[in-house]
């Protein structure tokens, strides 16, 4: 199992880092913030190798030019030429191999339009995805659509349920107090709950997830499930009954949920 590291930022940024199988180089994926990689770099005396980056989000990028100039790792990006510093720009269909790890490109806009997700199969399923599928929950559409945004998170849904969801923020309790507002009967969910909240009062993260948990508790996968449908319509939420107006319906409540 590739043992994956978190380093926290700002204030509930993950940047997640990953090293080759001699544990003497790395890679960073979403480095918002120089300062925390260079002190997880040092502690464990790594040399950094690689970058990945699923968006041009500052909170994403903003470390890039720092990490560049002293460590001139070799940077996976969108092929978006707003990020400078993308050594290689990669999209749907694209594969890259990493400290001997191969990751499958998926395209999933919607939060951006050059959202992409890594990808890795095999026995240890895992995926990078920014801010695109969050635990509990799913990232603001400031650039997509919802139909657009409902095929990507649909793309994911497809992966393998062992599939380790590594997202890039710590939004896990606000995103389950919402699932419960559409979902209040829903048993998995309220067990999710009582496990983060535990989790947290440890401090510690409540990512990584697994696909098989948001598939039975994250309402922005759930969104032709009865149960689902039934929440928006007692909540007064419902747009309408197709896939993407119930997407649309549950991401406009989740905007503006107080709860």
């Not at 508790?217 to 119930?246: H, M, S």
Request: glycine share 8%; with cysteine.
């Amino acid at each position: 199992m590739l043992d994956i590291q978190p380093i926290p930022a700002f204030d509930d940024n993950y940047i997640w880092l990953f090293t080759d199988a001699a544990g003497e180089r790395a890679c960073v994926v979403d480095p918002g913030d120089a300062a925390p990689v260079e002190q997880a770099l040092q502690a464990a005396g790594l040399q950094l190798d690689a970058v990945l980056i699923t968006h041009h989000h500052f909170d994403h990028v903003g470390g890039l030019p720092q990490l560049r100039e002293r460590h001139a790792p070799r940077v996976y990006g969108p092929d978006n030429p707003a990020i400078e510093g993308i050594d290689v720009r990669v999209g749907q269909g694209d594969s890259v191999e990493v400290l001997g790890r191969t990751f499958e490109v998926l395209a999933v806009p919607g939060h951006t339009l050059d959202h992409i997700a890594y990808f890795h199969s095999g026995d240890d399923p895992l995926v990078f995805c920014g801010d695109t599928l969050f635990a509990g929950g799913c990232g603001r559409m400031f650039e997509g659509q919802p139909a657009q945004m409902l095929a990507s998170l649909d793309a994911l849904a497809a992966l393998p349920p062992a599939t380790r969801v590594y997202c890039a923020h710590e939004y896990t309790l606000a995103n389950l107090r919402f699932a419960r507002a559409v979902e209040p009967e829903n048993e998995a969910l309220q067990a999710r709950q009582a496990a983060a909240e535990a989790t947290r009062a440890r401090r510690a993260p409540t990512v990584p997830s697994t696909l098989a948990d948001e598939l039975a508790t994250n309402p922005f996968l759930r969104c032709r499930e009865a149960p689902v449908i039934a929440g928006l319509k007692a909540g007064e939420q419902l747009q309408g009954e197709a896939p993407a107006q119930v997407f649309a319906s549950v991401r406009a409540w989740k905007d503006n949920f107080r709860g």
